[in-house]
């Protein structure tokens, strides 16, 4: 492919330059590669430009002039105009498909599947994109980053086109929203579903984490806006949107909402109010957070005419999110995975859990290494108000010390009732040793992930696995 079918402004005289691939980084690059000098938060790419031509690179799009004799494309943002040529090297292929994206401190992989569920319960192919997988069809393939970066988001959106897909939900993060790697792409429907405290570690503060949010809903970026307001951040969007605007929410005046709730430990039921459309509704999981999670896909069902029978079909189809409230039988007790790894997070998982336990809640959670500190003392905080008895562990402890972050968690908790294992296995066989009949134990944090990363080394290590390892070793 030639430079100038790529979607530059300017090529000067290097129009007609051939290129094999794009890499930005320089494990990819081979041949023939055209290479994105990005400005990341721990290296400057343009470092990285005599190396990358050393091994074959042909071409350099860059924000400065380089000092290798090369052709060099100066651009302003090396970010977006990646994303921009990636869309054209893979043929625009966002142009064959209705992309859905969700944004939200919480429940986006949650409200992806229920979109999925409710678009094929109308006769739609559907294809998804987040923090578990990457489906197009029946083809399951594990996904790195919640949102891909441009090199193989558009890679995906190819095969997607090529599978005859409809529609396209997929989990926008703010990091993927902050650094550009959205842009181009235009969405038949954004929806937000919350914001609460996360990532400040990267985004510093919680003003600049909901400004990455906000960017996916102002210009028109999307045809169509689904926004919670009962969010209070959601409210200020509302306000903002520029585009065809559908609201959801129980506190505030809405589009669409929910009447007569009611919770079990086999999920919940309510009667949903579509545009003055009513179906009763019933969903696997509980919790008045998935009430919400369940509103925000109905909504953005309505934004696209589906007859609300087939939403309600569609989200009472869903039976199962890998790492979200998933719940293990035992004879003594009942277990419930879920990746609530936030504030917020934890306690909704733990308030829906006391909607309906009749004896203990035990949990088990830790925090992750090299994140956002912040959080720590106040998951310690709410785990300690509403559990019975809280074990502090490892999640991904990553480069930093377990006991220091144990210690930090620990500072947020205002009574007695924990424990320090940081063996996240050994807390886990703790926990359910410690157990009894009518008692639930809750493991947070890693939901569906398949290793713990430790020292900088990711280890193979599931939670859920892990408890049917105890149950076959006859430990529960």
């Known amino acids: 492919m030639k430079l100038d079918e790529l979607d530059f402004e300017a090529l000067n005289e290097y129009e007609n330059c051939e290129i094999s691939d794009i890499a930005f980084n320089l494990d990819n690059v081979r041949e023939g590669t055209l290479f994105f000098c990005l400005d990341g938060t721990n290296i400057d790419g343009h470092t990285l430009a005599a190396r990358a031509a050393q091994k074959g690179a042909a071409a350099f799009v860059c924000e400065r002039e380089l000092p290798i004799n090369r052709p060099q494309i100066i651009v302003k943002n090396t970010r977006r105009q990646l994303a921009l040529s990636c869309s054209a090297f893979y043929g625009h292929p966002c142009a064959k498909l209705k992309i859905i994206a969700i944004t939200g401190t919480n429940g986006k992989t949650t409200t992806t599947y229920i979109v999925k569920s409710i678009l094929e319960s109308a006769g739609y192919k559907v294809g998804l994109i987040g923090t578990n997988c990457i489906m197009i069809g029946s083809d399951v393939k594990k996904a790195s980053l919640t949102t891909p970066d441009p090199t193989q988001l558009h890679e995906v959106f190819a095969k997607m086109a090529e599978s005859k897909v409809d529609y396209v939900v997929m989990e926008a993060s703010a990091h993927a929203l902050w650094l550009d790697k959205l842009d181009g792409v235009k969405f038949e429907v954004a929806a937000f579903t919350?914001?609460?405290?996360?990532?400040?570690?990267?985004?510093?503060?919680?003003?600049?984490?909901a400004e990455a949010k906000r960017r996916l809903f102002i210009g028109a970026r999307a045809k169509k806006c689904v926004i919670n307001v009962?969010?209070?951040?959601?409210?200020?969007?509302?306000?903002?949107?520029?585009?065809?605007l559908f609201t959801y929410g129980c506190d505030n005046p809405s589009d669409v909402f929910a009447i007569d709730l009611s919770m079990s430990e086999g999920g919940l039921k309510y009667f949903l109010n579509s545009f003055d459309d009513v179906a009763g509704i019933k969903f696997n999981l509980p919790g008045r957070f998935n009430m919400y999670n369940t509103l925000c896909a109905a909504t953005i069902g309505a934004a696209l005419d589906i007859p609300v029978k087939?939403?309600?079909?569609?989200?009472?189809?869903?039976?199962?999110?890998?790492?979200?409230?998933?719940?293990?039988?035992?004879?003594?007790?009942?277990?419930?995975?879920?990746?609530?790894?936030?504030?917020?997070?934890?306690?909704?998982?733990?308030s829906s859990i006391r909607e309906f336990v009749t004896g203990?809640?035990?949990?088990?959670?830790?925090?992750?290494?090299?994140?956002?500190?912040?959080?720590?003392?106040?998951?310690?905080?709410?785990?300690?108000?509403?559990?019975?008895l809280c074990i502090?562990?490892?999640?991904?402890?990553?480069?930093?010390?377990?006991?220091?972050?144990?210690?930090?968690?620990?500072?947020?908790?205002?009574?007695?009732?924990?424990?320090r294992i940081?063996?996240?296995?050994?807390?886990?066989?703790?926990?359910?040793?410690d157990a009894v009949k009518g008692d639930i134990v809750l493991i947070a944090g890693k939901g569906a992930e398949d290793y713990q990363e430790i020292g900088g080394v990711k280890y193979p290590y599931n939670d859920e696995r892990y408890v049917m390892e105890l149950l076959e070793e006859n430990a529960l």
């Open 230 to 244: 009962d969010d209070a951040f959601g409210r200020e969007l509302a306000l903002e949107c520029e585009s065809e």
């Open 360 to 388: 203990r809640i035990i949990t088990v959670f830790g925090c992750g290494g090299e994140r956002d500190a912040g959080k720590r003392p106040q998951m310690g905080e709410v785990v300690g108000a509403l559990s019975d």
């Open 422 to 433: 940081s063996d996240r296995r050994q807390a886990i066989r703790r926990a359910l040793k």
């Open 310 to 350: 087939s939403v309600a079909r569609g989200i009472r189809r869903v039976t199962k999110i890998d790492g979200r409230f998933n719940m293990i039988g035992t004879s003594k007790c009942s277990v419930i995975i879920d990746f609530a790894h936030t504030p917020d997070g934890l306690k909704n998982v733990l």
């Open 194 to 209: 919350n914001l609460t405290q996360d990532h400040l570690d990267y985004f510093g503060t919680m003003k600049k984490y």
């Open 392 to 419: 502090i562990t490892s999640d991904n402890p990553r480069g930093e010390d377990p006991e220091k972050i144990i210690d930090d968690v620990a500072k947020g908790i205002r009574s007695d009732n924990y424990l």
